[in-house]
């Protein structure tokens, strides 16, 4: 949901869920403290009364995440996301609120009461991990028995033992049109299940088959254990060789990695990061037990988010063809001044019948052995020096217009080097290839890093003269209509979450006073939570805001607010509300003397502005 001014905020779309008991959501929240949680995904220090840690939302180097226990909740001052443990859940194993709730209570040992439509939600996504597991274990048994011998004679072929199959749970989709579809509708699943999970195809006319034939099968298990998809590989020399599950209500190939459930284990320092899941499988049989591979798809954000749970330092080896180079340098662009430290491993061609041919890691076990692939591992490049090369590689550096047209492009990549050391550092090593002074170079770098900076003003100043540009959903910092009453607004939210005693026992200010329906609808639900003996905290609104509205409320508590003037201060902020309220109906517009009289109170006074 994006949203242009508050004001203008759909309530409905804001709402997010409260099916659950408002007495059940406060006991999981009170039971589920904000800095056990996000502390299993995120390292976090402790400065002062605050925890901090590289965000798990966004790539960087220093760390701008909070953690407050007190308040029991999160704000990044870089990508502002922020809230509750609930938002945080949301977030990190993205999950709609009922999902994050459930997550939460099965962690805290909590059941959960439900609504039949809620209930039926969960049902349904249940089902369809049930289903999943139920064919991943049909797909296994069948590689056990006789039907499934072509597969096992594959297996055998590839070099892939019996313990590796069972440890990656793998299966045998036989050469025939249903076998599928009867097992699982006698075990009491529908064909809707079996069509919405994509383990059937419907034809033109109506009919269901299976979508796997023929095929070794993979099942695809998430980091909590879960079945989610099969990827498949073809026995013979059919099309597609390879056949992955398409995206489903529990699967999303952009947020899983293949064997992450396995490498998140392992004892090694790294990660190594792959294209297909036969190499995956080869190199976990060799002793690599830290290898993952995406999805059939270029490395995403959502994939980085997930392995930055379990390691800092990533080896990319995709590969060694013209794709493989392409798709590493993509890694390489996601990766750019990320918290990871990154390699890039690049396995040499092998020689066949007098002609150098592609190979990709399963053939270099193969071919070369665990132990050639360990000296490969510990001899990878950064990802600086392996772009550094690709660059080299574009140019004969021995012809004197080459070495020109190298040192341009090389200079524009230095530039973009955010660490001057480091930018430093392969300066010198680029005028080393280009055979030219290191002077010479470095005031190529420094002439690249100037345009750099004057393209990256004229893209700000262009996206500050287009308004579109300012509403893309990325934009994340949201405009008040009336900024001198929602600071008000803002500063009467701060004094009651951090002290409600200082109010009396009937609000003094109404919702439809505030001029920002957010801000008014934030306080009309903490005041309910006051007269009902709740708790009086940011983290109980998370059923009743947007991910987007919870992180400008946790933005609105962040700001400082000091209780030692808090009953002047909110004297101050009443009036300016109830002013500017009586503004907008008209009721001081007319009375020119009134209006210079509140301006004069407010010069003098401490109204419209932060107590602190």
């Known amino acids: 949901m994006t949203i242009g001014k508050y004001g203008k905020t759909d309530r409905k779309e804001g709402l997010c869920h409260m099916a659950f008991p408002q007495s059940f959501l406060d006991e999981l929240i009170a039971r589920s403290d904000i800095v056990d949680v996000v502390g299993s995904y995120v390292q976090l220090t402790r400065k002062g009364a605050n925890l901090f840690g590289l965000c798990p939302f966004h790539s960087e180097k220093t760390g701008s995440f909070s953690v407050s226990p007190d308040k029991q909740i999160y704000y990044c001052f870089g990508c502002k996301r922020g809230g509750g443990v609930v938002n945080f859940i949301m977030e990190e194993e993205n999950l709609p609120f009922p999902d994050a709730v459930r997550f939460l209570a099965k962690r805290a040992g909590l059941e959960v009461p439900e609504e039949d439509g809620d209930r039926e939600a ?62 699982m509708t006698k075990k009491g699943y529908t064909k ?102 995406s999805m059939g798809t270029a490395l995403t954000v959502e994939q980085t988010r997930l392995l930055s749970r379990f390691t800092k330092e990533l080896v990319l080896c995709y590969d060694n063809d013209n794709a493989g180079k392409i798709a590493t340098e993509r890694a390489l662009q996601i990766l750019n001044n990320s918290e990871f430290s990154v390699k890039v491993l690049q396995l040499p061609r092998r020689l066949v019948d007098g002609e150098y041919v592609k190979q990709d890691a399963d053939d270099f076990i193969k071919f070369q052995g665990p132990d050639a692939f360990e000296r490969l591992l510990n001899g990878s490049e950064n990802g600086t020096e392996f772009r550094m090369a690709q660059v080299a590689g574009k140019y004969d550096l021995a012809n004197d217009e080459s070495r020109i047209a190298y040192c341009e492009e090389i200079s524009d990549f230095l530039a973009g080097l955010s660490n001057a050391v480091e930018r430093e550092i392969y300066t010198t090593r680029a005028a080393e290839a280009a055979k030219i002074t290191p002077e010479a170079m470095k005031l190529e770098v420094q002439r690249a890093f100037k345009r750099r900076i004057s393209r990256e003003r004229r893209a700000e100043l262009r996206k500050d003269l287009n308004p579109a540009a300012q509403r893309q959903p990325k934009e994340r910092t949201l405009r008040y209509e009336n900024v001198r009453s929602a600071r008000a607004e803002e500063g009467i939210l701060r004094l009651l979450l951090l002290d409600d005693s200082l109010f009396p026992p009937d609000p003094p200010i109404q919702e439809e006073q505030f001029s920002s329906p957010l801000l008014g609808r934030a306080f009309a639900a903490l005041w309910q939570a006051r007269s009902c003996g709740r708790p009086v905290a940011i983290a109980t609104l998370t059923g009743l805001f947007s991910p987007e509205e919870m992180s400008h409320l946790t933005s609105v508590c962040q700001q400082p607010e000091s209780v030692q003037n808090a009953r002047q201060a909110l004297t101050d902020y009443i009036r300016i509300i109830q002013t500017e309220a009586a503004k907008r109906s008209g009721g001081v517009n007319a009375d020119p003397l009134l209006a210079a009289a509140e301006k004069y109170k407010d010069k003098k006074g401490t109204g419209g502005k932060q107590h602190g």
């Not at 139920?134 to 296994?140: E, L, N, Q, S, V």
């Not at 096992?152 to 989709?173: C, E, N, P």
């Not at 695809?220 to 498949?232: K, L, M, P, Y």
């Not at 390879?242 to 392992?266: D, F, H, I, Q, W």
Request: charged share 25%.
């Open 192 to 293: 809707t299940e079996l069509l919405e999970a994509g383990l059937v195809v419907q034809n033109r006319n109506g009919g269901l088959y299976d979508k796997f034939r023929n095929r070794l099968m993979l099942p695809v298990i998430d980091t909590r254990g879960d079945v989610v998809a099969f990827g498949s590989r073809v026995l013979d020399k059919s099309e597609p060789k390879y056949m992955n599950s398409s995206e489903t209500p529990v699967y999303s190939k952009r947020r899983v990695l293949y064997g992450l459930n396995l490498a998140k284990k392992s004892k090694r320092s790294n990660i190594i990061l792959c294209e297909g899941n036969l190499d995956i499988v080869t190199l976990h049989q060799a002793g690599f037990d830290n290898a993952v591979a």
């Open 122 to 183: 969960g049902r349904r996504r249940q089902r369809l991990l049930d289903l999943n597991r139920d064919a991943a274990r049909f797909y296994y048994q069948l590689l056990q028995q006789p039907e499934g011998q072509a597969v096992q004679d594959y297996l055998a072929r590839r070099r892939i033992t019996r313990r590796t199959a069972v440890k990656f749970g793998m299966g045998a989709s036989l050469d025939a049109w249903d076998v599928l579809l009867t097992a």
